[in-house]
C-alpha cells in the first residue's frame, strides 16, 4: 500500500539526508518544496509544522528535538517525525477490530487551515456516512493499513489524507480512541460509539457481531464539531449571545475553554 514517504531520524544529518532526497524529488515534478514536521507522540497538531526549505526544517527540528509535548510519560525526549507534504481533505478513520476483523465506528472529514501563525489549526470535524467512492476507498485502505500491522484487537483511530492520487496514510494510533468528543454524535447519527463497540467485542462478541462493518450510507442526523478560533488574545470580560446559542435547536453542546476572567489565545 502507498503511502505518505516519511523518516525518524535521530541525528540532524539524517533528517537532512531525507530532506535533500525528498527535495530532488519534488523539484523534479515542477512542485514547490514543503515538508511536515511534527513530535513522534504528538497529539491535537500541537507542534506540527509546514516548512518550505531545508534551512527552515533544521530550525523547526532542533526546536522539536528538545520540546516534550507528549502525555505519555515514557516519551523522555521528543522523536521528530518528517513527512512528504500531502495536499488534500484530512480524514478520520475510526475502528474496533476483533481476532483481525475490522469494524469502522466512525468516520470522520477535518476541516483544518492556516490560523494565528499556525499552519494546522481544527476549524471542525464532519462526521460522514459511507456513502460514496471516497468514503469506500478510505475505509479499504484503513483496512489494509490495520492488516500490513498485523492489528486483531481494540479501537484504533486512523488518519488518512485524499490526495489526488487516491488515500495517503497519515498514522495509524492502534490501541487508541479519537480523542474527540464524540460519543453524543456518533450515538444521534449512527446509533452506536467507538467505547460501547469496544466494550462488546471483549465482553460480548455476539452483539459486536451485529455491528454494520461501515456507518450507513445516510446519517440519522447530520452532525459536526466545530471549533471557533479567536483571532485575538486577552481575558474574556463576557459571552455574547449566550442565551441565543443555548436555544438553537441544531446545537447540543456549548463549551467555551476561557471562562469569563480567564486568559485566551
Same mark, same amino acid.
Given at each position: 500500500?502507498?503511502?505518505?514517504?516519511?523518516?525518524?531520524?535521530?541525528?540532524?544529518?539524517?533528517?537532512?539526508?531525507?530532506?535533500?532526497?525528498?527535495?530532488?524529488?519534488?523539484?523534479?515534478?515542477?512542485?514547490?518544496?514543503?515538508?511536515?514536521?511534527?513530535?513522534?507522540?504528538?497529539?491535537?497538531?500541537?507542534?506540527?509544522?509546514?516548512?518550505?526549505?531545508?534551512?527552515?526544517?533544521?530550525?523547526?527540528?532542533?526546536?522539536?528535538?528538545?520540546?516534550?509535548?507528549?502525555?505519555?510519560?515514557?516519551?523522555?525526549?521528543?522523536?521528530?517525525?518528517?513527512?512528504?507534504?500531502?495536499?488534500?481533505?484530512?480524514?478520520?478513520?475510526?475502528?474496533?477490530?476483533?481476532?483481525?476483523?475490522?469494524?469502522?465506528?466512525?468516520?470522520?472529514?477535518?476541516?483544518?487551515?492556516?490560523?494565528?501563525?499556525?499552519?494546522?489549526?481544527?476549524?471542525?470535524?464532519?462526521?460522514?456516512?459511507?456513502?460514496?467512492?471516497?468514503?469506500?476507498?478510505?475505509?479499504?485502505?484503513?483496512?489494509?493499513?490495520?492488516?500490513?500491522?498485523?492489528?486483531?484487537?481494540?479501537?484504533?483511530?486512523?488518519?488518512?489524507?485524499?490526495?489526488?492520487?487516491?488515500?495517503?496514510?497519515?498514522?495509524?494510533?492502534?490501541?487508541?480512541?479519537?480523542?474527540?468528543?464524540?460519543?453524543?454524535?456518533?450515538?444521534?447519527?449512527?446509533?452506536?460509539?467507538?467505547?460501547?463497540?469496544?466494550?462488546?467485542?471483549?465482553?460480548?462478541?455476539?452483539?459486536?457481531?451485529?455491528?454494520? /462493518?461501515?456507518?450507513?450510507? $445516510? #446519517?440519522?442526523? &447530520?452532525?459536526? =464539531?466545530?471549533?471557533?478560533? @479567536?483571532? *485575538? /488574545?486577552?481575558?474574556?470580560? $463576557? #459571552?455574547?449571545? &449566550?442565551?441565543? =446559542?443555548?436555544?438553537?435547536? @441544531?446545537? *447540543? /453542546?456549548?463549551?467555551?475553554?476561557?471562562?469569563?476572567?480567564?486568559?485566551?489565545?
Amino acid at each position: 500500500m502507498v503511502v505518505a514517504d516519511q523518516a525518524t531520524p535521530a541525528t540532524w544529518a539524517e533528517a537532512e539526508t531525507f530532506l535533500l532526497v525528498l527535495h530532488r524529488r519534488v523539484m523534479a515534478l515542477g512542485q514547490p518544496f514543503r515538508a511536515v514536521l511534527k513530535p513522534r507522540r504528538g497529539q491535537a497538531s500541537v507542534g506540527v509544522f509546514a516548512v518550505g526549505s531545508v534551512e527552515e526544517a533544521e530550525e523547526v527540528f532542533r526546536t522539536l528535538a528538545c520540546t516534550q509535548v507528549s502525555t505519555d510519560s515514557s516519551e523522555v525526549a521528543c522523536s521528530v517525525v518528517i513527512q512528504e507534504f500531502l495536499a488534500g481533505d484530512e480524514w478520520i478513520v475510526d475502528t474496533v477490530s476483533c481476532a483481525g476483523k475490522h469494524k469502522v465506528v466512525a468516520l470522520w472529514r477535518y476541516d483544518k487551515g492556516a490560523a494565528n501563525g499556525a499552519p494546522f489549526v481544527y476549524f471542525g470535524a464532519e462526521l460522514r456516512p459511507c456513502g460514496g467512492d471516497v468514503e469506500e476507498a478510505l475505509i479499504g485502505y484503513a483496512y489494509r493499513a490495520l492488516d500490513a500491522l498485523s492489528w486483531r484487537w481494540g479501537p484504533a483511530h486512523i488518519e488518512v489524507m485524499m490526495t489526488a492520487d487516491g488515500p495517503r496514510l497519515v498514522e495509524v494510533n492502534a490501541g487508541r480512541f479519537n480523542g474527540l468528543d464524540f460519543k453524543l454524535l456518533t450515538d444521534l447519527s449512527y446509533g452506536y460509539n467507538a467505547f460501547r463497540s469496544t466494550v462488546d467485542m471483549y465482553l460480548t462478541p455476539s452483539l459486536f457481531e451485529r455491528l454494520p /462493518s461501515s456507518p450507513p450510507e $445516510r #446519517l440519522e442526523c &447530520a452532525a459536526r =464539531l466545530v471549533t471557533l478560533v @479567536s483571532s *485575538v /488574545s486577552g481575558v474574556l470580560v $463576557r #459571552l455574547r449571545h &449566550a442565551h441565543e =446559542l443555548s436555544r438553537m435547536s @441544531s446545537m *447540543v /453542546s456549548f463549551a467555551p475553554e476561557a471562562a469569563g476572567g480567564g486568559s485566551g489565545q
